[in-house]
């Protein structure tokens, strides 16, 4: 099977921009996910298998369940070592831009990461990515970030190179970015790639567990919370929201993390097409997170762009509101209104 991602002309960029760099950063979006982090801890690997000592650093914090992979305990921080980051991508060679289309969508590391003098590469599968960089590889259709890490690597003939430590963040981030491939993963090549990842050795249902069966009592107790008290269903439109507030995560003990996968629990409803989750930030006044599932052709995406000052993908999309909850509240409302048409 073909997976060939690069051009001919990108394949030799990429390769020179990495023959030539000495000082390499891979780094991801603010509150990284599975690809994510998956995608930076994959991608630094195959820089080792290459000769190169890459540091991985991140915006900010990212969830419990992933700190179980290996390498994380190489990540810095940017938003803990501010100064040491900044020092780093001054005198960077290389960086190396994972799972983000906009500058922006690194907060405040943004200045850090234009500045740079460095050469810049772009992995993507977000539309519109404006990230300036030497070479772009971005593709709407992947399942995920990690998968483009994986067919560019392979396309660079490096696959055999890899052992467990590319092999299970790279699957990680392929599985929790289709929300363990249920969704946007119908294509042949995604389960091409899983079968030459199993080659690795890697114990793919110990990786499902890990993050799946990996939170506290507390979040237990927060999801049955959120459904039996706060789900809001409105049958006539085949669509569900819900609220978090930052009172309610005090109360079951938030940490990073303990919404993942939320958004997905309301889509068990016979005939529902749309789910949505508003939670409060909990340390920023007046920010209101949402995440955004749906099934078939009803365009998150769209929605985000449209009400919730985001993006993302068909089925899986995020934003957030600069508001209060009750605000935020009424913006879901007007949108599932203004996409009446599509849901029914």
């Known amino acids: 099977m073909n ?176 929300g363990g491939f249920t969704f946007n993963s119908t294509r042949p090549e995604i389960y091409f790639i899983i079968g030459e990842l199993l080659t690795k050795h890697i114990d793919k249902d110990k990786i499902y567990r890990n993050v799946y069966h990996n939170y506290t009592e507390s979040r237990i107790r927060l999801m049955g919370y959120v459904m039996y008290e706060k789900l809001v269903y409105i049958p006539e439109r085949h669509a569900a929201y819900y609220t978090i507030n930052r009172e309610e995560q005090r109360r079951f003990n938030f940490i990073k993390g303990d919404a993942e996968g939320l958004v997905n629990i309301p889509q068990q409803i016979r005939g529902l097409k749309l789910s949505i989750s508003l939670r409060e930030d909990t340390e920023k006044n007046n920010i209101v997170w949402v995440s955004l599932r749906s099934v078939d052709d009803f365009p998150c995406n769209l929605m985000a762009q449209q009400f919730f000052n985001g993006g993302g993908h068909l089925n899986a999309s995020g934003g957030r509101i600069e508001g209060t909850i009750d605000e935020a509240v009424k913006v879901v409302k007007q949108a599932i209104e203004a996409f009446a048409d599509k849901l029914g």
């Open 3 to 178: 997976i060939d991602i690069m051009t001919p002309d990108q394949l030799a960029q990429m390769s020179q921009l990495i023959s030539n760099s000495q000082t390499i950063i891979v780094t991801c979006h603010r509150s990284p996910d599975g690809d994510a982090i998956g995608s930076a801890l994959g991608f630094a690997e195959f820089l080792r298998s290459v000769g190169k000592e890459p540091t991985v650093i991140v915006p900010d914090q990212y969830p419990d369940f992933l700190h179980w992979m290996p390498n994380t305990e190489k990540i810095i921080r940017y938003d803990k070592h501010r100064e040491k980051c900044d020092m780093l991508f001054q005198i960077a060679d290389l960086v190396v831009c994972l799972d983000f289309n906009t500058p922006s969508r690194v907060d405040e590391m943004a200045t850090a990461l234009l500045a740079t003098k460095g050469k810049r590469i772009l992995i993507d599968h977000h539309i519109g990515p404006d990230v300036p960089a030497e070479v772009t590889i971005s593709n709407t259709e992947a399942c995920s970030t990690c998968e483009l890490v994986f067919r560019i690597v392979w396309q660079m003939g490096m696959f055999e190179r890899q052992n467990k430590h590319f092999a299970i963040p790279v699957y990680c981030g392929m599985m929790t970015d289709t």
